[in-house]
């Protein structure tokens, strides 16, 4: 996906959906519900082990929108839906939030 004309509103919005559904799927689920447990409190262990769950996930959907599967893809898929939700789009700022929230979910991790 080269530039950011290719990615309207309705596809942020897709795409994003498609990323909660696939965490929500019951083995990534799981994964994810014991490399919490594991981590615990420990930021940098929720770091380490967490959040590459969350980033592999969100590559597997992005790649389906054309970005590329790699940190790259990532970087660039964030900086399109960052785009969307400056411009002040409720439905992407309210789904991007939700899909941080099975990261740091605000009474699992302290600081």
Known sequence: MGDSTQMNLE???SALQDILEALDEPE????????KTN??????KMMQYVFPMVVQI???VIKKYGFSDNRDGI???TQHVVTMDERRSSAIAETSQTNQSPLF???DVSI
Do not use: H, P, V
């Open 11 to 13: 596809t942020a919005k």
């Open 28 to 35: 990534n689920a799981q994964k994810l519900t014991e490399a």
């Open 39 to 44: 981590a615990g409190n420990d930021m940098l």
């Open 58 to 60: 969100e590559m597997e």
């Open 75 to 77: 970087i660039q898929f």
């Open 105 to 107: 979910a605000a009474s």
